[in-house]
């Protein structure tokens, strides 16, 4: 359309500066009514909504297109807002998140979330902590809450009827208790102008799309929501969505289940009505991710499903033609067959349509039917695509799997869950570049995809990529910090970069998680060997040349380390944790500790296989090596032997023993320091001769 109007020369472009974002509210309509996103639309979106920046992104530029007299500050605000929302739609939330701050920014408002106390329910009797918006000027000096108790005066179509708002006792708006303990509005709450609510609900859109999808979610988003409610007028279109937001809410909690579906069949009804007109019903719909007329009636029909209502669910499905939630309810219901029949019916009248070919496949598992979809859409069919990819990973298909899932997201790359199958299946037919790829543009559109990012962590491991797999790791842990298969590998991948801090915790979190059973000894072996050496190099400086930060960094990971390693013997411990106690009881300078620890583990490898097995016999042999070596050292601080007999008695029983080995370099050690010990013990007793 641009093209057509400016025919390729935009150098008079500046008489109607906003058509740049005029085309890219058509076009972002236009993705709301297709049933995915399109990658061809966003691309464009992305295109028109930088032009409208660069054309419109500044009070100036405003005031130089519109005259000054426009309230310039409100339209950069609602800009930004619109970019914002669009972004979120994408699952862009990083982005969508600096663009709804400038709108704060430029609009000189800053809504925060506070608490105060308050009554939720109507036969509540003492008041508890309740979380309301609170807004701020940008100077901060003004501070005014937001949430109050509802007007009455309202007299918008969409105002909650007493029938409805007495379905359950849970009150719509929270009832604040003042200073002095009566129950009034803490004080005189704010009104909000319209782009300032619009915001509110797009801040609330975004805590739904970023938050972990649980109980806590909905309450995070309930100070928004109560927010527009409270206010005495809202535009149309936002009390609509503030209603759906709403909803969304009170359907997941069984005290107002009831009231969210009155609500949504109020709504849903208030469409078809009269009042209020065009005029009323468009002001400010694009400042708000309003969902289309079917969007709308789809998730009231999901609402009928979850509330048990499915027969009233099928009409609406039916009426949509939304097969695949109608095949849902047959199976819900166990009429599979009519399921069948329907979606037969109408591939009698639309032969042609690859949705209905595709919902057959799902219902009857046969791949003849997504094949049929190909065909009649000419092999434009990602769902088809999609479909058979499943099916051949299924199979065990993998390399077949692969392709076809390639076919797939070269028609629609907006899709993050075929992203990551496309990876799995990659994965699987060892195309390890394609993975790493494909799992790289599933956080990409998702990044919440906690498995995703696990995945690209293991793939840069493959690939010797260490820096790069640390820093997955770390986004996959935000995400699922219960795993401790995850801490293993993201312990491994710290020591490898040489950040033994975080290897530390990722050993703590994998003794927490599994309640002090798994440890990995090879793993504190590595830090062990990593702190001597540090002590060692710290040994030969002289004091001044000594790094004071790298010193306090080594003396917090021994301290780590220390704690690990008592919770471990604490449990029993492996021979090899003795070992690692012991020489942490050695940088301790504890020399006492240190051989009960090296005499633990000497025990732990004793045993009837021991005198069979030389790799056990070379493990206890260096262990009684280094036991001896201690206790020599005990005798040389003290005037008793007795370190010393229990070295040679040691050592005696050993070398008795190990005639299997006699021709071990092991054992030529153990002579050795049978040896030596003897020669301290006739040093130590010739002064008392």
């Known amino acids: 359309?641009?093209?057509?109007?400016?025919?390729?020369?935009?150098?008079?472009?500046?008489?109607?500066?906003?058509?740049?974002?005029?085309?890219?509210?058509?076009?972002?309509?236009?993705?709301?009514?297709?049933?995915?996103?399109?990658?061809?639309?966003?691309?464009?979106?992305?295109?028109?909504?930088?032009?409208?920046?660069?054309?419109?992104?500044t009070l100036e530029k405003i005031k130089d297109y519109w005259c000054a007299n426009e309230d310039c500050s409100t339209i950069l605000g609602m800009l930004h807002l619109e970019v914002g929302i669009l972004e979120l739609y994408y699952g862009r939330v990083d982005t969508s998140k600096l663009h709804f701050e400038s709108a704060a920014s430029i609009?000189?408002?800053?809504?925060?979330?506070?608490?105060?106390?308050?009554?939720?329910?109507?036969?509540?009797?003492?008041?508890?902590?309740q979380l309301r918006l609170v807004a701020r000027t940008n100077g901060g000096d003004t501070v005014t809450p937001v949430s109050h108790e509802s007007s009455s005066t309202d007299n918008s179509p969409l105002h909650t009827n007493s029938e409805t708002y007495e379905a359950s006792d849970v009150m719509m708006t929270p009832r604040f208790v003042a200073n002095g303990g009566q129950s009034k509005s803490v004080e005189q709450a704010s009104e909000l102008k319209a782009v300032h609510q619009a915001l509110v609900l797009a801040q609330c859109l975004s805590?739904?799309?970023?938050?972990?999808?649980?109980?806590?979610?909905?309450?995070?988003?309930?100070?928004?929501?109560?927010?527009?409610?409270?206010?005495?007028?809202?535009?149309?279109?936002?009390?609509?969505?503030?209603?759906?937001?709403?909803?969304?809410?009170?359907?997941?909690?069984?005290?107002?289940?009831?009231?969210?579906?009155?609500?949504?069949?109020?709504?849903?009804?208030?469409?078809?009505?009269?009042?209020?007109g065009v005029a009323q019903r468009l002001y400010y719909c694009f400042g708000v991710n309003m969902p289309s007329i079917p969007a709308l009636r789809k998730e009231y029909g999901d609402l009928l499903v979850s509330c048990g209502l499915?027969?009233?669910?099928?009409?609406?499905?039916?009426?949509?033609?939304?097969?695949?939630?109608?095949?849902?309810?047959?199976?819900?219901?166990?009429?599979?067959?009519?399921?069948?029949?329907?979606?037969?019916?109408?591939?009698?009248?639309?032969?042609?349509?690859?949705?209905?070919?595709?919902?057959?496949?799902?219902?009857?598992?046969?791949?003849?039917?997504?094949?049929?979809?190909?065909?009649?859409?000419?092999?434009?069919?990602?769902?088809?695509?999609?479909?058979?990819?499943?099916?051949?990973?299924?199979?065990?298909e993998y390399e077949k799997s692969k392709l076809?899932?390639?076919?797939?997201?070269?028609?629609?790359?907006?899709?993050?869950?075929?992203?990551?199958?496309?990876?799995?299946?990659?994965?699987?037919?060892?195309?390890?570049?394609?993975?790493?790829?494909?799992?790289?543009?599933?956080?990409?559109?998702?990044?919440?995809?906690?498995?995703?990012?696990?995945?690209?962590?293991?793939?840069?491991?493959?690939?010797?990529?260490?820096?790069?797999?640390?820093?997955?790791?770390?986004?996959?842990?935000?995400?699922?910090?219960?795993?401790?298969?995850?801490?293993?590998?993201?312990?491994?991948?710290?020591?490898?970069?040489?950040?033994?801090?975080?290897?530390?915790?990722?050993?703590?979190?994998?003794?927490?998680?599994?309640?002090?059973?798994?440890?990995?000894?090879?793993?504190?072996?590595?830090?062990?060997?990593?702190?001597?050496?540090?002590?060692?190099?710290?040994?030969?400086?002289?004091?001044?040349?000594?790094?004071?930060?790298?010193?306090?960094?080594?003396?917090h990971l021994i301290e780590l380390i220390g704690q690990i390693l008592k919770q471990i013997v604490q449990g029993g411990g492996s021979a090899e944790t003795w070992g690692l106690y012991a020489r942490w009881h050695k940088l301790k300078g504890d020399l006492t500790m240190c051989s009960e620890a090296l005499l633990k583990q000497v025990r732990s490898y004793q045993g009837s296989d021991l005198w069979k097995d030389k790799d056990k016999f070379v493990k206890f042999a260096h262990a009684s090596l280094e036991l001896c070596k201690v206790y020599q050292e005990l005798a040389l601080r003290g005037t008793s032997r007795r370190e010393l007999f229990a070295a040679e008695m040691h050592l005696k029983s050993t070398i008795k023993q190990a005639v299997n080995f006699s021709d071990t370099e092991e054992l030529r050690s153990l002579v050795a320091c049978l040896e030596d010990v003897q020669a301290a013990i006739k040093a130590v007793s010739l002064p008392g001769a």
């Open 1 to 57: 359309m641009k093209d057509v109007l400016f025919q390729g020369d935009f150098s008079t472009i500046d008489g109607v500066r906003s058509i740049t974002w005029w085309l890219a509210r058509a076009f972002f309509l236009h993705q709301k009514l297709l049933n995915e996103r399109s990658s061809t639309i966003y691309d464009m979106l992305q295109v028109l909504t930088h032009e409208s920046l660069l054309y419109m992104g």
């Open 107 to 129: 609009s000189n408002y800053n809504l925060v979330v506070s608490g105060a106390l308050g009554f939720r329910t109507q036969h509540q009797v003492e008041p508890k902590a």
């Open 207 to 276: 805590i739904e799309k970023n938050a972990r999808k649980d109980e806590l979610q909905t309450w995070e988003m309930a100070p928004y929501i109560e927010a527009i409610d409270s206010q005495s007028s809202s535009p149309f279109i936002l009390q609509c969505l503030c209603n759906i937001l709403r909803v969304r809410w009170e359907s997941s909690r069984g005290r107002t289940k009831q009231r969210a579906l009155m609500m949504m069949d109020n709504l849903v009804e208030s469409i078809h009505n009269h009042s209020p």
């Open 310 to 396: 499915t027969g009233e669910a099928i009409k609406i499905y039916e009426n949509l033609e939304l097969w695949d939630n109608l095949i849902f309810c047959y199976q819900l219901m166990d009429k599979k067959a009519a399921a069948v029949e329907l979606i037969k019916k109408r591939l009698s009248e639309k032969p042609s349509d690859p949705r209905l070919w595709c919902s057959l496949g799902d219902v009857t598992n046969d791949d003849a039917s997504y094949e049929k979809a190909l065909e009649v859409s000419a092999r434009r069919s990602a769902r088809a695509f999609r479909s058979l990819a499943r099916s051949a990973y299924n199979r065990g």
């Open 404 to 555: 076809l899932w390639e076919s797939a997201m070269s028609l629609n790359s907006m899709h993050p869950d075929g992203w990551f199958a496309f990876g799995a299946a990659a994965l699987k037919s060892r195309d390890v570049d394609k993975a790493l790829d494909a799992f790289t543009r599933a956080v990409q559109l998702d990044p919440e995809n906690g498995e995703a990012w696990n995945n690209i962590a293991c793939l840069h491991m493959v690939k010797k990529r260490n820096k790069e797999a640390f820093i997955a790791f770390k986004e996959a842990l935000k995400l699922k910090r219960n795993s401790w298969q995850m801490w293993e590998n993201y312990g491994q991948v710290a020591a490898d970069i040489g950040n033994f801090g975080q290897v530390m915790e990722a050993v703590q979190k994998v003794m927490d998680i599994s309640q002090k059973k798994r440890f990995d000894s090879e793993l504190l072996e590595r830090v062990m060997v990593e702190i001597e050496k540090r002590v060692d190099s710290n040994a030969d400086l002289a004091s001044s040349e000594v790094d004071s930060a790298g010193s306090r960094e080594t003396e």
